[in-house]
């Protein structure tokens, strides 16, 4: 719960000089021996999005510190580092901000000297509930032989849910995908299995309305950002 | 917030028989070789206490399914393991309960064979708020020169907070404490500190009324349970 931001930038006189909106928080601290507010920036296209948010409150009750108390900045579709938590300043720029946070840490990169892409849309994803009972330390899943219903969320930050799959032991099928909630909320999807005996491995993945589907495998680079490969369950049958 | 567990068992005809209530949770697994739903018992005399709640709001919203909606119990003063969540059944026994989370799992042991003794009442401890900013990768702390007011936190399960201590560098110095809020909440307290350059390590140490101190270092058991050593930040005042 907010306010959108577009209302106030358009009233506080944002002009043609403008490239982006800078958002600093009030975390501060030491990161690449560079000592900051944490600050990040948006496009003025986009903080101009109507989805974009001031938030003070959230499922009906004041924001709470470690959300951000007593203001953030909500971004739906992008990765978390965007909405940027504790806002202290909002300032148009007119030339695109240089922070740390924006142009050093949140990036794709081959290596420590490539200065890479920025981190921005969140890429689609889904995850299942693990089915079953787990073993404490392995983790793993125990699931009685017969019909199981499997359920899970799918997103994306570049459109909707356009598919859903399951995989049971690489062989995939399609899941059932639930009506949509909203344009930036997760899609629920289930699909039915029978639980054979044995040792299975299910795993799900998506493909949003851009065409994007989740890879089998992490695709590499340096930081490990924006990982979204395919979750993978092991489970017991008996 | 919730209903007193006391009245609900004296409704319900709690005879002499019974030594133990058990409480079990929807939780289901395996841990040690042994599938069990969590399971947690409290002696009669703990179970009638006027502080132990069936608990389904927290800060004035539901219950949340991570906190153990629809029904939890809260045992104030008792480590977390005793306050069992999604509550399934409540019975009163007339033996010990021997579930593998009150027989096995919580206790102070010396070796993997040592039947050992219960893990209950949570043992006196204190918290500070580092002072300064952090460095990101090492979380040591910064703080510029000059008066640095510290606050922090002090609890324990065996009574109130009699004591807090400051460490600078070894050197203890009583630590005012806030009023108390109520008898289970955490014990404000501050002090004041004149920061001087270079390198510093900071501890806080709480003695409870019943007379117990943090130790300066764990004491060992072969768990690692009930760990209520002093905390130390490391800061380096510029």
Request: aromatic share 8%; hydrophobic share 40%; net charge negative.
């Amino acid at each position: 719960t907010g306010t959108p931001l577009a209302p106030l930038l358009a009233e506080s006189g944002l002009d043609d000089h403008a490239v982006e909106v800078a958002f600093l928080g009030a975390d501060r601290g030491v990161q690449g021996e560079d000592e900051h507010d944490y600050g990040r920036s948006l496009a003025v296209v986009d903080a101009m999005r109507p989805e974009v948010l001031l938030a003070y409150e959230m499922n009906g009750a004041p924001l709470t510190p470690q959300h951000g108390s007593p203001l953030r900045l909500v971004v739906p579709g992008w990765y978390g580092m965007t909405s940027v938590k504790w806002l202290t300043s909002i300032e148009a720029v007119a030339e695109p901000f240089e922070g740390w946070q924006q142009a050093v840490a949140y990036r794709y990169t081959e290596d420590a000297d490539d200065p890479g892409t920025p981190v921005n849309r969140i890429r689609v994803r889904s995850m299942m509930i693990p089915p079953g009972i787990p073993d404490f330390f392995t983790r793993e899943r125990i699931v009685d032989a017969g019909p199981v219903t499997l359920t899970g969320r799918a997103w994306s930050g570049n459109g909707g849910i356009a598919r859903v799959e399951i995989g049971v032991d690489g062989q995939w099928a399609i899941a059932k995908l639930d009506p949509p909630v909203g344009e930036f909320a997760w899609r629920g999807w289930r699909a039915e299995w029978t639980a054979t005996p044995g040792e299975h491995e299910l795993a799900c993945r998506a493909t949003d309305t851009a065409g994007e589907l989740q890879p089998l495998h992490p695709v590499w680079n340096y930081q490990g950002m924006g990982n979204n490969a395919v979750q993978r369950v092991s489970v017991t049958v008996r």
